[in-house]
């Protein structure tokens, strides 16, 4: 039987630049570490960071939305202004902004081009 949710990963090339990263752009801490594989929490959320021994990560077709296939992990955020200053003084890089009446999304990449989205 299905218990509920366990994590939600990424691949990453780098280990400590991406534990780096997920630090420095969401204030997220590190809640267990290992060689291959090390998991980020921020509230409920467990983000898994899979080390893929340096191999590249191949990009999947995206757009200023997220991602056309495969997930896309999206994050709420009360300051998405604020937040973005974050991801890019990190290194993430910024794909879409949007504004509108269902409310403001930010879509970006962290350093191996996993796709994310802030929305408020």
Known sequence: MIKGYKDFYYNVTDMNRAIKFYTEAFEMTKTYGHEYWTTMTLGNL????????????????????????????????????????????????????????????????DLDGNVLKLMN
């Open 46 to 109: 467990n983000l898994g960071l899979h080390w893929t021994e340096a191999e590249a990560i191949p990009l999947t077709p995206r757009n200023s939305h997220g991602q056309n296939n495969g997930g896309t992990l999206t994050l709420h955020s009360d300051d998405i202004i604020a937040d973005r200053k974050k991801i890019e003084h990190a290194g993430g890089k910024i794909l879409g902004e949007s504004k509108q009446d269902w409310g403001h999304m930010l879509v970006f990449e």
